[in-house]
Nanobody, 123 residues
Framework: QVQLVESGGGLVQAGGSLRLSCAAS????????MGWFRQAPGKEREFVAA????????YYADSVKGRFTISRENGKNTVYLQMNGLQPEDRAIYYC????????????????WGQGTQVTVSS
């Protein structure tokens, strides 16, 4: 089963950018659809973006469309989340997740999760 490790979180001013990475190991990465989710304090974990195993299909939450971009490099076993125009409401722990089937926006469909990386946006 694949293991996931996120990186790239940090503190950024409103309007700034960050790129999150999620490195996979222990499985055939190209067999997995990948998703990014986030959880803010006191809130449920919510969908952010997802990408199909080949990268040809992507999904985004309405709140991040036009600002965030999900991509993957199967040769590097890595999925990315480029975040532009960050706002204080984007503050959360960001998790990547893997699913050995087609990409979906439902967190309950993903069986493998990373430990998360903190993103903080100052106003």
């Amino acid at each position: 089963q694949v293991q996931l490790v996120e990186s790239g979180g940090g503190l950024v001013q409103a309007g700034g950018s960050l790129r999150l990475s999620c490195a996979a190991s222990g499985g055939i990465f190209s067999n997995y659809a990948m998703g990014w989710f986030r959880q803010a304090p006191g809130k449920e974990r919510e969908f952010v973006a997802a990408i199909s195993w080949g990268g040809g299909t992507t999904y985004y939450a309405d709140s991040v469309k036009g600002r965030f971009t999900i991509s993957r490099e199967n040769g590097k076993n890595t999925v990315y989340l480029q975040m532009n125009g960050l706002q204080p409401e984007d503050r959360a722990i960001y998790y990547c997740a893997a699913r050995a089937c087609r990409a979906t926006m439902n967190r309950n469909d993903y069986g493998t999760w990373g430990q998360g990386t903190q993103v903080t946006v100052s106003s």
